[in-house]
């Protein structure tokens, strides 16, 4: 099976922050993916269309979410959270606060996960009745909101706190944790085969 391609990034992984925002439309893209597919199985059944919807849903959940989750958890939070330090105290507060809720959210929307992963293995094998309305509308807006507080909250605060230097070692472990050789494309284009 193949899987997605990380090496054609909206945004580079010389620009981690981009990057990982970037991300959140995608998240948000495909959640609408999702209430789409719930409608049109509602209406049409389970196509060919719903088939390759579903595939394209769940690929994209399987394998891009959970990285995007680690950026956060390993790279981008731990680091953010040392830096509060020189931060009015209802700044700091206001970060610690997010990030919590967020790594909260990290834990349900992946229990959520796993219930619309199996209602879109089924609508692959043609079954129409697989995705809870409820279980989509959930899942769809707890991870809307993540993004907003990421983006709002959290975004701010990390351009704030981090260094170029520190900004380059996320940027190196979003790479290497997608599988793209860091050295291959920070070289400049014209070294570069090919």
């Known amino acids: 099976m193949s899987t997605i391609d990380f090496r054609t990034p909206a945004a580079g992984f010389d620009q981690p922050l981009e990057l990982w925002l970037a991300c959140h439309d995608r998240v948000r893209r495909m959640c609408t993916l999702l209430q789409r597919l719930l ?10 269309q719903a088939k ?3 595939v394209s849903i769940r690929r994209y959940f399987d394998e891009a979410a959970p990285r995007h989750h680690e950026d956060e958890e390993i790279d981008l939070f731990p680091r953010l959270l040392q830096r509060l330090e020189g931060r009015t105290e209802s700044e700091a507060a206001g970060v610690r606060n997010a990030i919590t809720l967020l ?5 349900e929307m992946g229990r959520l996960w ?3 992963r199996d209602a879109l293995n089924a609508i692959e094998g043609g079954d129409a009745g697989a995705l809870d309305e409820a279980v989509v509308a ?7 909101s993540h ?5 709002t909250v959290i975004a701010p ?10 900004l380059d070692a996320v940027g190196r472990a979003m790479a ?3 599988g793209v050789d860091w050295d291959e494309i920070a070289a400049p284009r014209d070294a570069r085969p090919g």
Do not use: P
């Open 39 to 48: 409608e049109h199985v509602r209406k049409a059944g389970v196509d060919e």
């Open 52 to 54: 390759v919807t579903a």
């Open 103 to 107: 790594e909260s959210d990290h834990r």
């Open 114 to 116: 796993s219930i619309l």
């Open 138 to 144: 959930l899942f769809v807006s707890r991870y809307r």
């Open 147 to 151: 993004c907003e507080i990421e983006d």
């Open 157 to 166: 605060a990390l351009r704030r706190a981090l260094s170029k230097e520190e």
């Open 176 to 178: 290497q944790r997608r």
